[in-house]
């Protein structure tokens, strides 16, 4: 029997509704608890992080890790996986610790400079630039 069967169960229906919900965002594992108990629904800590990372396994939600300071973020993603085979890359501010998801051509040509120049495949999912966001470059 395979033990990697996964069930339809009510928590991974509303954790999948309201991943869809905030599609686009990243978001914690502590988010969606945060989430959850303010809207009264009862979900466990450790049903979060299972569900997330089964829905990760499944390719419905891309994760990840920034730094070893930060906790591991989630982005839904549904079973399009970036249409079109579009490449992502990350800025994280230093200054208010936001994560910037953006899609860029000229990020994506540099990824293909360095494979096709020095043989080295760039990971766009694990990949992050860190600097100052707009907002905090303004105060």
């Known amino acids: 029997m395979d033990s990697h069967i996964k069930y339809k169960t009510r928590q991974r229906e509303i954790l999948l509704k309201y991943l869809e919900s905030v599609s686009g965002k990243h978001i914690t594992a502590g988010d969606v608890c945060e989430f959850f108990r303010e809207q009264g629904v009862s ?5 979060v992080y299972r569900q997330l990372e ?15 300071n930060s906790p591991a973020c ?3 993603i549904g079973s399009d996986c970036h249409a079109g085979g579009q490449v992502c890359f990350h800025c994280k501010c230093e200054k208010c610790g936001k994560l ?22 760039l990971d ?4 992050v630039f860190y600097g100052i966001c707009e907002d905090c470059a303004e105060e």
């Open 54 to 68: 089964n829905l990760v396994d499944d390719g419905v939600v891309n994760k990840y890790n920034i730094d070893s």
């Open 100 to 121: 910037i998801h953006l899609h860029c051509d000229e990020l994506a040509c540099i990824s293909d400079h360095l494979y096709k120049e020095h043989r080295f495949r």
């Open 43 to 47: 979900i466990g800590q450790a049903t």
């Open 124 to 127: 766009p999912l694990r990949t």
């Open 74 to 76: 989630f982005e839904y």
